[in-house]
Protein backbone atom coordinates (compact mmCIF):
# COMPACT_ATOMS: atom_id res chain seq x y z
CA UNK A 1 0.00 0.00 0.00
CA UNK A 2 1.39 3.45 -0.70
CA UNK A 3 2.45 5.55 2.12
CA UNK A 4 -0.04 8.07 3.52
CA UNK A 5 1.32 11.70 2.57
CA UNK A 6 -0.15 14.43 4.28
CA UNK A 7 1.69 16.52 0.79
CA UNK A 8 -0.68 14.51 -1.55
CA UNK A 9 -3.80 16.33 -0.27
CA UNK A 10 -5.18 19.39 -1.52
CA UNK A 11 -6.17 21.83 1.30
CA UNK A 12 -8.09 22.48 3.12
CA UNK A 13 -8.40 18.86 4.21
CA UNK A 14 -10.13 17.52 7.23
CA UNK A 15 -7.98 14.76 8.37
CA UNK A 16 -9.24 11.84 10.89
CA UNK A 17 -6.91 9.91 13.18
CA UNK A 18 -9.39 6.71 13.10
CA UNK A 19 -7.71 4.96 15.96
CA UNK A 20 -8.17 7.67 18.36
CA UNK A 21 -11.83 8.27 17.36
CA UNK A 22 -12.88 4.29 18.14
CA UNK A 23 -11.00 4.75 21.41
CA UNK A 24 -12.36 7.75 22.13
CA UNK A 25 -15.92 6.00 21.25
CA UNK A 26 -15.90 3.01 22.79
CA UNK A 27 -14.74 5.15 25.59
CA UNK A 28 -17.72 6.75 25.56
CA UNK A 29 -19.75 3.39 25.46
CA UNK A 30 -17.61 2.21 28.24
CA UNK A 31 -18.75 5.14 30.76
CA UNK A 32 -22.64 4.65 29.79
CA UNK A 33 -22.19 1.08 30.73
CA UNK A 34 -20.65 1.78 34.22
CA UNK A 35 -24.14 3.79 35.09
CA UNK A 36 -26.06 1.82 33.21
CA UNK A 37 -27.09 4.33 31.00
CA UNK A 38 -28.17 3.93 27.49
CA UNK A 39 -26.20 5.78 24.95
CA UNK A 40 -27.37 7.74 22.72
CA UNK A 41 -24.93 9.75 20.62
CA UNK A 42 -25.36 12.87 18.67
CA UNK A 43 -24.71 12.52 15.55
CA UNK A 44 -23.99 16.65 14.44
CA UNK A 45 -20.31 16.40 14.80
CA UNK A 46 -19.18 14.16 12.47
CA UNK A 47 -22.33 13.12 9.61
CA UNK A 48 -20.45 10.21 8.75
CA UNK A 49 -22.57 6.97 9.02
CA UNK A 50 -18.83 5.31 9.68
CA UNK A 51 -18.62 6.65 12.78
CA UNK A 52 -22.11 6.95 13.24
CA UNK A 53 -21.50 3.36 13.70
CA UNK A 54 -18.72 3.54 16.01
CA UNK A 55 -20.73 5.53 18.20
CA UNK A 56 -23.42 3.10 17.98
CA UNK A 57 -22.77 -0.01 17.21
CA UNK A 58 -26.32 -1.51 16.66
CA UNK A 59 -27.07 1.54 14.53
CA UNK A 60 -29.61 1.64 16.97
CA UNK A 61 -30.30 5.43 19.40
CA UNK A 62 -29.15 8.01 17.94
CA UNK A 63 -29.42 12.02 17.98
CA UNK A 64 -29.83 14.38 15.00
CA UNK A 65 -30.27 18.61 14.81
CA UNK A 66 -31.06 18.67 11.42
CA UNK A 67 -33.21 17.30 8.57
CA UNK A 68 -30.51 16.50 6.09
CA UNK A 69 -28.94 14.58 9.19
CA UNK A 70 -32.19 12.97 10.17
CA UNK A 71 -32.70 11.73 5.96
CA UNK A 72 -29.40 10.93 5.61
CA UNK A 73 -28.88 8.66 8.94
CA UNK A 74 -32.36 6.45 8.53
CA UNK A 75 -31.25 6.08 4.79
CA UNK A 76 -28.30 4.88 6.19
CA UNK A 77 -29.67 1.86 8.06
CA UNK A 78 -29.93 3.75 11.64
CA UNK A 79 -32.88 3.32 13.64
CA UNK A 80 -34.15 4.98 16.54
CA UNK A 81 -33.25 8.37 15.90
CA UNK A 82 -33.93 11.41 18.03
CA UNK A 83 -34.78 14.97 16.03
CA UNK A 84 -33.00 16.61 18.73
CA UNK A 85 -34.51 20.35 18.01
CA UNK A 86 -37.54 21.24 18.77
CA UNK A 87 -40.03 20.65 15.87
CA UNK A 88 -41.54 23.12 13.95
CA UNK A 89 -44.63 22.60 11.29
CA UNK A 90 -42.24 23.22 8.63
CA UNK A 91 -40.33 20.38 9.50
CA UNK A 92 -43.27 18.05 10.23
CA UNK A 93 -43.80 16.33 6.68
CA UNK A 94 -40.02 15.18 6.16
CA UNK A 95 -40.11 14.35 9.80
CA UNK A 96 -43.10 12.48 9.46
CA UNK A 97 -41.98 10.49 6.32
CA UNK A 98 -39.20 9.33 7.93
CA UNK A 99 -41.32 8.17 10.99
CA UNK A 100 -43.63 6.26 8.66
CA UNK A 101 -41.01 3.88 8.23
CA UNK A 102 -38.86 3.57 10.98
CA UNK A 103 -38.78 5.20 14.51
CA UNK A 104 -38.09 8.66 15.01
CA UNK A 105 -38.79 10.76 18.25
CA UNK A 106 -39.21 14.51 18.76
CA UNK A 107 -38.95 17.62 20.95
CA UNK A 108 -41.43 19.41 22.03
CA UNK A 109 -41.91 22.20 24.42
CA UNK A 110 -45.25 23.72 24.68
CA UNK A 111 -48.31 22.23 24.46
CA UNK A 112 -49.50 24.08 21.29
CA UNK A 113 -47.13 22.21 19.30
CA UNK A 114 -48.53 19.13 19.55
CA UNK A 115 -51.76 20.60 18.14
CA UNK A 116 -49.96 20.37 14.78
CA UNK A 117 -48.88 17.49 14.41
CA UNK A 118 -50.38 15.53 11.50
CA UNK A 119 -52.01 12.17 11.71
CA UNK A 120 -49.48 9.56 11.33
CA UNK A 121 -49.42 5.82 10.52
CA UNK A 122 -48.37 5.02 14.12
CA UNK A 123 -48.41 7.53 17.17
CA UNK A 124 -45.49 10.42 17.78
CA UNK A 125 -42.88 9.31 19.89
CA UNK A 126 -42.82 12.43 22.16
CA UNK A 127 -39.83 13.68 24.58
CA UNK A 128 -40.40 17.35 26.58
CA UNK A 129 -37.15 19.04 26.43
CA UNK A 130 -36.30 20.81 29.86
CA UNK A 131 -33.53 23.00 31.26
CA UNK A 132 -31.32 22.72 34.01
CA UNK A 133 -29.10 25.43 33.03
CA UNK A 134 -28.62 25.94 29.66
CA UNK A 135 -31.76 27.46 28.66
CA UNK A 136 -31.73 27.52 24.76
CA UNK A 137 -34.83 25.70 24.01
CA UNK A 138 -35.98 23.59 27.01
CA UNK A 139 -38.44 24.44 29.85
CA UNK A 140 -36.79 25.24 32.80
CA UNK A 141 -37.19 22.25 34.71
CA UNK A 142 -38.44 24.51 37.91
CA UNK A 143 -41.79 24.75 35.94
CA UNK A 144 -43.16 21.89 36.79
CA UNK A 145 -47.05 22.68 36.13
CA UNK A 146 -45.83 23.76 32.43
CA UNK A 147 -44.39 20.69 31.85
CA UNK A 148 -47.36 18.50 33.43
CA UNK A 149 -49.67 20.25 31.25
CA UNK A 150 -47.56 18.87 27.93
CA UNK A 151 -47.45 15.61 29.87
CA UNK A 152 -51.10 15.45 31.14
CA UNK A 153 -52.09 16.16 27.14
CA UNK A 154 -49.95 13.75 25.49
CA UNK A 155 -50.73 10.82 27.77
CA UNK A 156 -54.68 11.78 27.27
CA UNK A 157 -54.36 10.41 23.21
CA UNK A 158 -52.31 7.45 23.24
CA UNK A 159 -53.58 6.64 19.93
CA UNK A 160 -51.63 9.94 18.67
CA UNK A 161 -48.58 10.46 21.05
CA UNK A 162 -46.35 7.68 22.79
CA UNK A 163 -44.78 9.73 25.89
CA UNK A 164 -40.92 8.81 25.58
CA UNK A 165 -39.40 10.83 28.85
CA UNK A 166 -37.76 14.15 29.59
CA UNK A 167 -34.64 15.33 27.60
CA UNK A 168 -31.90 17.53 29.00
CA UNK A 169 -29.18 19.08 27.01
CA UNK A 170 -26.81 20.74 29.73
CA UNK A 171 -24.93 22.97 27.01
CA UNK A 172 -24.42 24.88 30.13
CA UNK A 173 -21.35 22.83 31.11
CA UNK A 174 -19.64 24.78 27.70
CA UNK A 175 -17.67 27.25 30.95
CA UNK A 176 -16.49 30.26 29.65
CA UNK A 177 -14.97 30.95 33.01
CA UNK A 178 -11.56 28.77 33.12
CA UNK A 179 -11.68 28.96 37.04
CA UNK A 180 -12.05 25.43 38.65
CA UNK A 181 -13.48 23.93 35.32
CA UNK A 182 -13.46 20.56 36.55
CA UNK A 183 -15.44 20.69 39.71
CA UNK A 184 -17.33 22.99 38.61
CA UNK A 185 -18.47 20.54 35.66
CA UNK A 186 -19.01 17.18 38.51
CA UNK A 187 -21.05 19.82 40.51
CA UNK A 188 -23.17 20.93 37.37
CA UNK A 189 -23.24 17.27 36.93
CA UNK A 190 -25.11 16.48 40.51
CA UNK A 191 -27.50 19.48 39.99
CA UNK A 192 -28.47 18.65 36.81
CA UNK A 193 -29.25 14.83 38.09
CA UNK A 194 -30.79 16.12 41.24
CA UNK A 195 -33.38 18.55 39.78
CA UNK A 196 -34.25 15.97 36.62
CA UNK A 197 -34.85 13.24 40.11
CA UNK A 198 -37.38 15.97 41.58
CA UNK A 199 -38.99 15.97 38.32
CA UNK A 200 -39.29 12.79 37.69
CA UNK A 201 -40.55 11.81 41.04
CA UNK A 202 -42.74 14.53 40.98
CA UNK A 203 -44.36 13.97 37.69
CA UNK A 204 -44.35 9.99 38.76
CA UNK A 205 -46.60 10.95 41.74
CA UNK A 206 -48.71 13.06 39.39
CA UNK A 207 -49.18 10.66 36.62
CA UNK A 208 -48.88 7.31 38.08
CA UNK A 209 -49.47 5.54 34.64
CA UNK A 210 -46.73 6.90 32.87
CA UNK A 211 -43.97 5.58 35.46
CA UNK A 212 -41.43 4.95 35.05
CA UNK A 213 -40.58 8.25 33.74
CA UNK A 214 -37.35 7.95 31.59
CA UNK A 215 -34.72 11.09 32.14
CA UNK A 216 -31.45 12.06 30.38
CA UNK A 217 -29.10 14.69 30.05
CA UNK A 218 -25.91 14.83 28.15
CA UNK A 219 -22.89 17.17 26.58
CA UNK A 220 -19.48 15.84 25.92
CA UNK A 221 -17.87 18.25 29.20
CA UNK A 222 -20.73 17.20 31.29
CA UNK A 223 -19.89 13.67 30.41
CA UNK A 224 -16.07 14.03 30.67
CA UNK A 225 -16.91 14.39 34.51
CA UNK A 226 -18.99 11.64 35.04
CA UNK A 227 -20.25 11.28 38.93
CA UNK A 228 -21.91 8.46 40.67
CA UNK A 229 -25.14 10.31 40.67
CA UNK A 230 -25.38 9.19 36.74
CA UNK A 231 -26.63 6.22 37.93
CA UNK A 232 -29.87 7.84 38.76
CA UNK A 233 -30.36 8.24 35.08
CA UNK A 234 -31.70 6.42 31.91
CA UNK A 235 -29.53 8.06 29.25
CA UNK A 236 -26.47 10.04 28.26
CA UNK A 237 -26.47 11.70 25.06
CA UNK A 238 -22.98 13.44 24.34
CA UNK A 239 -21.94 13.76 20.87
CA UNK A 240 -18.52 15.87 20.16
CA UNK A 241 -16.18 13.27 22.03
CA UNK A 242 -16.15 11.26 18.55
CA UNK A 243 -13.27 13.77 17.64
CA UNK A 244 -13.06 16.06 20.89
CA UNK A 245 -11.13 19.41 19.94
CA UNK A 246 -9.25 22.04 21.63
CA UNK A 247 -12.25 23.63 23.35
CA UNK A 248 -12.92 20.38 25.14
CA UNK A 249 -9.24 19.90 25.97
CA UNK A 250 -9.65 22.97 27.92
CA UNK A 251 -12.49 21.91 29.39
CA UNK A 252 -11.23 18.92 30.44
CA UNK A 253 -12.87 16.38 28.43
CA UNK A 254 -10.07 15.05 27.00
CA UNK A 255 -6.50 15.17 27.14
CA UNK A 256 -4.22 16.53 23.67
CA UNK A 257 -3.98 12.96 22.84
CA UNK A 258 -7.94 12.39 22.58
CA UNK A 259 -7.92 15.35 19.95
CA UNK A 260 -8.87 12.62 16.94
CA UNK A 261 -9.25 15.60 13.89
CA UNK A 262 -7.46 18.59 12.69
CA UNK A 263 -7.64 20.70 9.34
CA UNK A 264 -4.58 20.82 6.86
CA UNK A 265 -3.83 23.83 5.37
CA UNK A 266 -1.56 25.50 2.94
CA UNK A 267 -0.13 28.76 3.65
CA UNK A 268 -0.92 30.77 0.22
CA UNK A 269 0.55 34.48 1.49
CA UNK A 270 3.57 35.58 3.22
CA UNK A 271 3.65 38.89 4.89
CA UNK A 272 5.55 41.00 7.18
CA UNK A 273 3.85 40.27 10.19
CA UNK A 274 1.40 37.68 9.47
CA UNK A 275 0.92 34.93 6.95
CA UNK A 276 -2.61 33.42 5.20
CA UNK A 277 -3.72 30.29 5.17
CA UNK A 278 -6.16 28.61 2.43
CA UNK A 279 -8.16 27.80 5.44
CA UNK A 280 -11.12 30.35 6.65
CA UNK A 281 -14.30 29.50 8.56
CA UNK A 282 -15.44 27.36 6.51
CA UNK A 283 -13.02 24.61 7.01
CA UNK A 284 -12.38 26.14 10.57
CA UNK A 285 -15.20 27.44 11.84
CA UNK A 286 -15.76 30.73 14.12
CA UNK A 287 -16.61 28.77 17.60
CA UNK A 288 -14.24 29.56 20.31
CA UNK A 289 -13.30 33.02 19.83
CA UNK A 290 -12.32 33.13 23.42
CA UNK A 291 -9.35 30.11 22.53
CA UNK A 292 -8.58 32.48 19.29
CA UNK A 293 -10.95 30.07 17.40
CA UNK A 294 -8.48 27.19 18.14
CA UNK A 295 -5.06 26.04 18.45
CA UNK A 296 -2.08 26.38 16.28
CA UNK A 297 0.45 23.26 16.72
CA UNK A 298 3.66 24.90 15.40
CA UNK A 299 7.49 25.03 16.86
CA UNK A 300 6.87 28.05 17.71
CA UNK A 301 3.59 27.86 19.71
CA UNK A 302 3.25 31.80 19.98
CA UNK A 303 1.17 31.89 16.43
CA UNK A 304 -2.44 32.45 16.80
CA UNK A 305 -6.16 32.90 14.40
CA UNK A 306 -5.56 36.71 14.37
CA UNK A 307 -8.92 36.80 11.93
CA UNK A 308 -10.81 34.85 9.15
CA UNK A 309 -12.93 35.10 6.36
CA UNK A 310 -14.74 32.26 4.38
CA UNK A 311 -11.74 31.03 3.08
CA UNK A 312 -8.36 32.13 4.09
CA UNK A 313 -7.03 32.83 8.14
CA UNK A 314 -4.53 35.08 9.12
CA UNK A 315 -2.16 33.89 11.28
CA UNK A 316 0.19 36.32 13.94
CA UNK A 317 2.48 35.75 15.93
CA UNK A 318 1.57 36.36 19.82
CA UNK A 319 5.44 38.02 20.56
CA UNK A 320 5.49 39.78 17.37
CA UNK A 321 8.61 38.52 16.54
CA UNK A 322 7.71 36.71 12.92
CA UNK A 323 10.35 33.89 11.82
CA UNK A 324 9.02 31.92 9.32
CA UNK A 325 10.90 28.63 9.08
CA UNK A 326 10.22 26.14 6.34
CA UNK A 327 8.78 22.70 7.09
CA UNK A 328 6.77 24.04 10.22
CA UNK A 329 3.43 22.06 10.97
CA UNK A 330 0.71 24.09 12.79
CA UNK A 331 -1.93 22.80 14.16
CA UNK A 332 -5.05 24.74 14.97
CA UNK A 333 -8.74 23.63 15.83
CA UNK A 334 -12.15 23.20 15.11
CA UNK A 335 -11.72 20.19 15.76
CA UNK A 336 -8.38 20.88 15.19
CA UNK A 337 -6.25 22.59 12.30
CA UNK A 338 -3.20 21.25 10.95
CA UNK A 339 -1.22 23.00 8.51
CA UNK A 340 1.73 22.54 6.37
CA UNK A 341 4.20 25.18 5.36
CA UNK A 342 5.54 23.83 1.75
C1 LIG B 1 -29.83 18.79 21.95
C2 LIG B 1 -28.41 18.32 22.02
N1 LIG B 1 -28.14 17.14 22.61
C3 LIG B 1 -26.87 16.67 22.70
C4 LIG B 1 -25.81 17.39 22.20
C5 LIG B 1 -24.40 16.84 22.32
O1 LIG B 1 -23.56 17.65 23.10
P1 LIG B 1 -21.98 17.79 22.81
O2 LIG B 1 -21.84 18.43 21.48
O3 LIG B 1 -21.47 18.63 23.93
O4 LIG B 1 -21.41 16.44 22.85
C6 LIG B 1 -26.06 18.61 21.56
C7 LIG B 1 -24.96 19.41 21.03
O5 LIG B 1 -25.02 20.60 20.86
C8 LIG B 1 -27.39 19.09 21.48
O6 LIG B 1 -27.70 20.25 20.87
Known amino acids: MKAFNFEDL?????????DVVK?????MIDMAKKYDCVLRPHMKTHKTLEIGELMAPSKKKISVSTLAELEFFANGGFDDILFAIPITEDKLKRVKAIHEQKDVSILVNTVEVLEIL??????????????TGYERSGINVEEEAKISKILSRLLAAPDRFTFMGIYNHCGHTYLRNKDSTVEKIEEMNKETVAKLKKLRDHLEDQFEDAAPIFIGTGS????GQPVDEFGELDELHPGNYCFYDYCQETLGSCKEADIGAFVLSRVNSVFESYIVIDAGFLAISKDSPELDFGKVLAPNDDMFISGMS????????????FDLR??????FFHPQIYYDML
Not at 326 to 331: G, I, R, S, T, Y
Open 310 to 321: QEAGKLKLKSGD
Open 220 to 223: TPGC
Open 326 to 331: KDFNNQ
Open 10 to 18: STPAFIVDL
Open 118 to 131: EDCNKPWKVLIEVS
Open 23 to 27: RNCQN
